[in-house]
């Protein structure tokens, strides 16, 4: 595992000018892009019930968004290895963009298959959030790699708390230029990713992954150099070989295999217990609070405590979420609790993971490993979200957190391994 706390021979006062602009940037579009990723997030699932008519059914919204971030995590990371991180994350937001002109355009024609495409699409701006924080490892110390990734995670929390609660004002916006109310978040879904788009190719300059990389190129080290290009199953052999990735790979997939399971039916078991859309809208809103507002924390402990034990202490709080979501019944608030604690294990897992993978492999497979990473995580996501609603139809609520529940065993498996190797 490489030691150096500066990338490559970039010097030091350089290296932290430049980092504080790239996390400053980043905070800024992960802003307006959260918006975008929220407010998709508290009706999609509600417009495909409409489209369809079938529980089953609207769960394929979360799951295509889902799928769509697996779809574009590695061409997006590819893209972000052969020509920085400005290409990669500004063409991912285009691409959301034109996923949410899509939606409105098959929500108004009555077309779930089209309605489905676009969702795809739409997953590449969640992609492109997830990615910002490797973007916010480039150029980071290895002491500080997981404050400066968590306050990027973090800046999300702004946009994506506001977006689950602009059904009501989306509505009156989507009927000022005729659309059906439902269809007012997804417009503010689009905006949000545009603006998203035009400030990373605006302002993410200079570019953090090709400063990097230029610096790591003029040392000798072995360990550093310009990014290589991996097959999939050089990745996973690559992950395989380490403990520590191994681990951060393994526990970033679960926790957001067990939040998207989880958050993805709790809009449709709220609407049949009677809760208003105000009520779904304010308890997704907490739950991605959940997700992002502690993140700084979750990136200062990692730093502090170990990424290990943080990453372990975020499954247990994964268990205690689908506790208590699981057994809330027709108690709304309860259902609350367990989806911000459901949040916050995803925090844990996320950021913990993200800062251990990345210490644990040498700069020039970074990014393709991090694709792959990313891939991998979606592709979980997009699994539970295509079998949550059929759990939810034939086990209830609490079956479906059950459900959930069990991915966090492997984690703990692996954490025992890797505390045995010395990790």
Known sequence: MPTHTVPG?????????LQRRTVAVLMLTQTVGGVGMGAMLAVGALIALDLTGSDTWSGMATTMITLGAAVFALPLASL??????????????????????VVIAATLWGLFALFLL???LIGAGTATNLQARHAAADLASDRSRGRDLSIVVWATTVGSVLGPNLIAPGGRVA???????????VLFTTVGFVLGALLTFALLRPDPLLTATRAAASTAGPDEGPPVRLSVGAVLRIVAASPGALLAVVGIVAGHTVMVAVMTMTPVHMSHHGAALTVI???????IAGMYALSPVVGWLSDRLGRVPVLVAGQVVLLAATAVAGTAGHDEGRVTVGL???????????????????????PAVRPRVQGVSDLLMNLGGAAAGGLSGVVLSQAGFGGLNLFAALFTVPVFVLALRAVRAGR
Do not use: D
């Open 118 to 120: 676009g969702m795809v």
């Open 9 to 17: 021979a970039l010097p030091e006062q350089t290296r932290r000018h």
């Open 175 to 185: 009927a000022l230029v005729g659309l059906p109310p439902i269809l007012g978040p």
């Open 80 to 101: 972000a290895a052969r020509r920085g991180r400005r290409p990669g994350l500004g063409v991912g937001w285009t691409m959301g963009a034109v996923g949410g002109t």
């Open 340 to 362: 911000i604690l459901l949040g916050l294990g995803w925090s844990f897992s996320l950021v913990a993971g993200t800062a251990l993978l990345a210490g644990s492999l040498a």
């Open 281 to 287: 809208g304010l308890t997704i809103s907490l739950h």
